[in-house]
């Protein structure tokens, strides 16, 4: 179990006129995740960048770029060699 409190924000624009313009959204999010855990507790980051377009009625297209990185609050002193511990 684990306890997560953070924000998110996402923005989605149209770059043109008309049902079949192309649009673009960014996303981005931070969480602190409380694992009840000093060495796995930490911040959880997320940002997404992604394009689409309508082709037809029923028929769109989609790419995305995303990047996720988790910072943990503590990183342990102790663990194997040539190993890191974060």
Known sequence: DN???GAR???RTKLGLGAEAPWVAFGG????RDYNDDLRDGWDYD???TIGK???????VRGSLRYDAFV???ISPTGV?????A
């Open 3 to 5: 306890l997560g409190l």
């Open 9 to 11: 924000a996402q923005l």
């Open 29 to 32: 999010r931070a969480v602190h």
């Open 47 to 49: 940002a997404s960048v």
């Open 54 to 60: 309508m082709l037809a009625p029923r028929w769109s």
């Open 72 to 74: 943990a609050d503590r």
């Open 81 to 85: 060699p040539g190993v890191s511990t």
